[in-house]
């Protein structure tokens, strides 16, 4: 009798240590593509490249599948197909990933967090040119022709939906959908231009959006969120500058966790920690161009502050601080504005038309403007314009008299009649005189 409890213990272990494949998730950004397997417990795996054609082959130990090859939603341009194949032993299941290009894959588990439960994730980096859409490089522009460059980083994305509101509405796309916005609004002012760090439903890592903002040149690094608090109360928005010291109030405290959980959801198969993590962090405090970072982003902050204050409501009217890794590059000014409380019913419910969108745009934009009108960073066109200085444009490559006209903010007649042009052809490193406007 004991023996067959025994056996029957046995037996019913292994049978629980079996693992199942319940979801495959396909998150493709401009240049990588991410796979990610839903377990039902932590994934025991192996994986190779195949070559003609290119594919990825999956080994799952101890493994059922559960999901239908059919219903997966693959919008990767790399992935072809998604197929099982002979595994190599019979408790095994082998998942194969018909590619178009060889990848260089990297794997990684990751524990559960959020809603999530056990996860295998799979970066496939893109090496084709093709499919990897990069971004354009721009040369540094000659003194006083530059323009004043913003960085806008929409919170979340991908894997990570940040802040769920009561009625399931996700962070991550009221982010993208005010960036978007405010990138079109910054866009379209001459002698400013806007530079998101993700322009779709994708993941990007804490450290990635900094280094998109840094090749990009930008003066300012915005990261636009939506609060949420356990209680359904608090509502408004608010701005949030780094602190050097740790946090001690309790939302700051919240926030800095939410972050964490962040990189955790959206999977860098690591949690930053306090100290480390960004490698520009380290005793940076004391470095002159942190402090002075910290200086403009507290000025920015409020003529942000002061614009919103006569559209939205907001929860705090004074820049608020928290110790977050997304504002901490000490040469770029960072702000991190949270645009209401996704966990307040209204608010979700305002948060999501586009109306609320576009005046939360706007009052950012109009405070960023006004801040910059104010204090134009040396070398742009705004402090030239400022300066009352005559205004000069050399030709670039892949510029047009339009393009010109546009960002200078006058009509492509009028920098026509003032540089006596017969023609709508400029030519490269021919330098107009910008009337004024
Ligand atoms: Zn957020």
Redesign the pocket.
């Known amino acids: 009798m004991k023996a067959i409890l025994i056996f029957f213990c046995f037996w019913f272990s292994v049978s629980a240590w079996a693992n199942q494949l319940e979801s495959i998730r396909v998150w493709p950004s401009p240049d990588t593509t991410r796979i990610v397997l839903d377990m039902s417990s932590a994934p025991d795996h192996e994986y190779f490249m195949l070559s003609d054609p290119h594919r990825l082959v999956v080994d799952l130990r101890q493994t059922k599948n559960r999901v239908k090859f059919s219903a997966i939603k693959n919008t990767s341009e790399l992935i072809t197909k998604v197929r099982n194949s002979t595994p190599p032993t019979a408790s095994s299941y082998r998942l194969v990933f018909e590619l178009k290009d060889s990848v260089k894959p990297v794997v990684f588990p990751l524990s559960p967090a959020g809603d999530y439960g056990h996860r295998l994730v799979i970066d496939l980096p893109y090496s084709d040119s093709n499919l990897q859409r990069k971004p354009i490089v721009r040369k540094p522009a000659p003194m006083g022709q530059r323009e004043v460059v913003i960085a806008i980083d929409a919170?979340?994305g991908g894997e990570d939906p940040?802040?769920v509101g009561p009625k399931k509405n996700h962070?991550k796309h009221v982010t993208l959908a005010i960036s978007r916005r405010l990138a079109a609004l910054i866009n379209k002012e001459p002698g400013m231009r806007a530079v998101m760090t993700r322009t779709g439903d994708y993941y990007v890592n804490l450290n990635k959006r900094s280094e998109i903002a840094r090749k990009g040149r930008a003066d300012l690094l915005l990261s636009i969120?939506?609060d949420s608090v356990a209680n359904r109360g608090p509502r408004g928005a608010s701005v949030w500058v780094l602190s050097s010291n740790r946090a001690n109030r309790e939302m700051a405290g919240w926030l800095e966790k939410?972050e964490r959980q962040s990189e955790l959801l959206g999977g860098v198969g690591e949690v930053i920690s306090q100290t480390d993590g960004n490698p520009y962090l380290t005793r940076t405090f004391l470095d002159l161009s942190m402090d002075k970072s910290r200086a403009d982003s507290y000025a920015i902050s409020e003529h942000i502050l002061s614009a919103m204050s006569k559209v939205v409501r907001l929860h705090k009217s004074k820049p608020a601080h928290a110790s977050l890794a997304v504002l901490k590059s000490p040469d770029i000014p960072s702000l991190l504005i949270e645009a209401g409380f996704i966990s307040n019913p209204q608010e979700e419910r305002l948060l999501l038309t586009a109306s609320h969108q576009q005046k939360v745009a706007q009052a950012v934009f109009d405070g960023v403007k006004s801040y910059y009108r104010q204090n134009p960073p040396s070398g742009t066109m705004m402090a030239n314009k400022a300066a009352g200085k005559p205004q000069k444009h050399t030709v670039r490559t892949g510029e047009s008299l339009s393009l010109i006209a546009k960002r200078y903010g006058v009509s492509v007649t009028q920098l026509k009649g003032h540089n006596s042009l017969k023609s709508d052809v400029v030519r490269i490193g021919q330098v107009l005189d910008i009337p004024r406007s």
């Open positions: 919170g979340h940040g802040a962070e969120h939506a939410q």
